[in-house]
T-cell receptor
């Protein structure tokens, strides 16, 4: 079945440094979503990418969807302590799965001041 | 506007017992999905309910069952609990079945099986 892999598993940065997490799917995705989960919290939707090669920005966060729609990345510029958490990418479980998502294992980000 | 609410927040059961978890979706949402999140892992899709019917199911055994009520709230039942069922159970609601979009998650129910 479809697999979504994320790297790295963990990242520890100093506040102000940049951070990037990568997501790779074994199959072509119709769309990809990103979620953030703070320690002890629940996943919160960040963004959805749909188009091949799409790039979207949210303040210091930049999201990209690969040309082949099999990979994606999230880049955070000048990290802050509020960025701490685990970032998950998720693709549809199947071609007609609607809201049934297949999540990666996530990248846990630790930011030290 | 209340978001997704789940109960109970924490519970402890022993092997072989049965558990029922409850979820009320965000106002205006009619589709409820359940996910299991083991420690250090991403959420895994269990099943999805729309119009009181199970519409899609992930790779979980029949011990996991659910229900959706006319007011769109939902229950997740797990029978014959195993140690490996210990996890955070997340309910997520969305506005329309079949259209990719944002999932709104509840705070989750943390189940510990001893």
């Amino acid at each position: 079945g479809q697999q979504v892999m994320q790297i790295p598993q963990y990242q520890h940065v100093q506040e102000g440094e940049d951070f990037t997490t990568y997501c790779n799917s074994s199959t072509t995705l119709s769309n990809i979503q990103w979620y953030k989960q703070r320690p002890g919290g629940h996943p919160v939707f960040l963004i959805q990418l749909v188009k091949s090669g799409e790039v979207k920005k949210q303040k210091r966060l930049t999201f990209q969807f690969g040309e082949a729609k099999k990979n994606s990345s999230l880049h955070i510029t000048a990290t802050q302590t509020t960025d701490v958490g685990t970032y998950f990418c998720a693709g549809p479980l199947s071609s007609n799965s609607g809201y049934a998502l297949n999540f990666g294992k996530g990248t846990s980000l630790l930011v030290t001041p | 506007d209340a978001g997704v609410t789940q109960s109970p927040t924490h519970l402890i059961k022993t092997r072989g017992q049965q558990v029922t978890l409850r979820c009320s979706p965000k106002s205006g949402h009619d589709t409820v999905s359940w996910y299991q999140q083991a420690l250090g892992q991403g959420p895994q899709f269990i099943f999805q309910y729309y119009e009181e019917e199970e519409r899609q199911r992930g790779n979980f055994p029949d011990r996991f069952s659910g229900h959706q009520f006319p007011n769109y709230s939902s229950e997740l039942n797990v029978n014959a609990l195993l140690l490996g069922d210990s996890a955070l159970y997340l309910c997520a609601s969305s506005a329309r079945e079949g259209v990719p979009g944002e999932l709104f998650f509840g705070e989750g129910s943390r189940l510990t099986v001893l």
